[in-house]
């Protein structure tokens, strides 16, 4: 329920001449027989936006495993994204992340240590984002235990980097990397940094068992209006707004739940330069997927201070060998087209 304040009169409250508002003398004006008085508090209206959310989020689930999981992610003022994540990051003790903040100064010296791309580049395509700045080449490979997709950001404004990579299927089940693997750097990068969780457990003052585990990000979800969904949105430093478009909705709900973006996943401390090839792990069998499963990769770009992605929704097609084939959707168009 939202309670909701109504204004039901405009203008000025008519009252005796010479009475009294709130106990305080109102003096006369000069406008024949009215004078000016304190108007009367406003009435509260209690509104059930219950029914309106399930119809908007209902209306927004049509739109799972269409190219619009590849529409442009605001994620807002890019200073303040960057606040938020490091707010993140210090929440969960992950150490100086923040070397090189925005193009600050600052960070390791020393190169991450990158792997090596099982997928050829003669296994590969190149897709050309329909805007004319971002090219990606990409291939899939399946494996006995999994799916990899390998990625190399060919050419992008501003050097972005990966924001999220996923699967998404018509039924909004969303399939994300369980790993993030690290093949190639642009010219220049930041800090790059290993998430650990240790564990003691104490009995009478002793030690007794202590254990280290490193932080996973393997996530899949489904889109529930039910957990999770809410008509109303904040980006960071911004003023909270009623969304009621379904495009909106579905945007919104996919932007909360990358919550932390790839390459902060992968241990860079801004969204530009640092990686620049990366592949994606998939617990699963492709078989097993719906045949107008979309991959999705958005990229980062920072533009006047502004932090938008820009995406490419992608079909796949087996073609022997294990190997994965990707074309863009032929159904996607930039906004306003």
Request: net charge neutral; proline share 6%; charged share 20%.
């Amino acid at each position: 329920m939202y309670r909701v304040s109504a204004l039901v009169f405009l203008g000025l409250i008519l009252a005796p001449l010479g009475g009294h508002a709130g106990g305080g003398y109102i003096p006369p004006s000069d406008k024949g027989d009215f004078q000016y008085s304190s108007p009367s508090a406003y009435p509260q209206i209690d509104l059930d936006l219950g029914p309106i959310q399930r119809e908007v989020a209902t209306a927004a689930a049509t739109r799972c495993g269409t190219p619009l999981a590849a529409s442009p992610l605001d994620l807002g003022n890019a200073e303040s994204f960057m606040g938020k994540m490091v707010g993140k990051a210090a929440n969960a003790a992950i150490g100086q992340l923040v070397g090189g903040l925005l193009g600050g100064g600052g960070g390791s010296k020393k190169k991450p240590k990158m792997a090596k791309d099982p997928i050829k580049k003669k296994y590969k395509q190149k897709i050309e984002h329909p805007d004319g700045d971002a090219r990606l080449r990409i291939g899939g490979q399946k494996y006995a235990d999994g799916f990899l997709i390998s990625a190399r950001v060919d050419k992008a404004k501003g050097k972005g980097t990966f924001h999220t990579m996923f699967l998404e299927q018509p039924d909004c089940s969303r399939i994300w990397p369980e790993q993030y693997l690290q093949y190639g750097l642009w010219g220049s990068w930041s800090l790059s940094v290993s998430v650990t969780t240790t564990r003691s457990t104490y009995r009478d003052g002793q030690l007794v068992d202590r254990s280290t585990s490193q932080s996973g990000w393997s996530r899949s979800g489904d889109f529930d209006f039910n957990r999770g969904f809410s008509l109303w949105d904040q980006l960071p430093g911004e003023t909270q707004r009623l969304v009621l478009d379904a495009d909106e909705a579905y945007l919104t709900q996919l932007r909360r739940q990358i919550d932390v973006p790839a390459w902060q996943q992968m241990g860079y401390a801004k969204p530009a330069e640092g990686i620049r090839a990366a592949g994606g792990v998939f617990r699963l069998d492709p078989a097993e997927l719906s045949p107008d499963t979309l991959a999705v990769v958005h990229i980062t770009n920072v533009d006047n201070g502004r932090y938008r992605t820009i995406g490419f929704p992608m079909r796949m097609t087996n073609q022997g060998d294990g190997l994965v084939s990707f074309d863009l959707h032929p159904d996607f168009s930039l906004p306003g087209d």
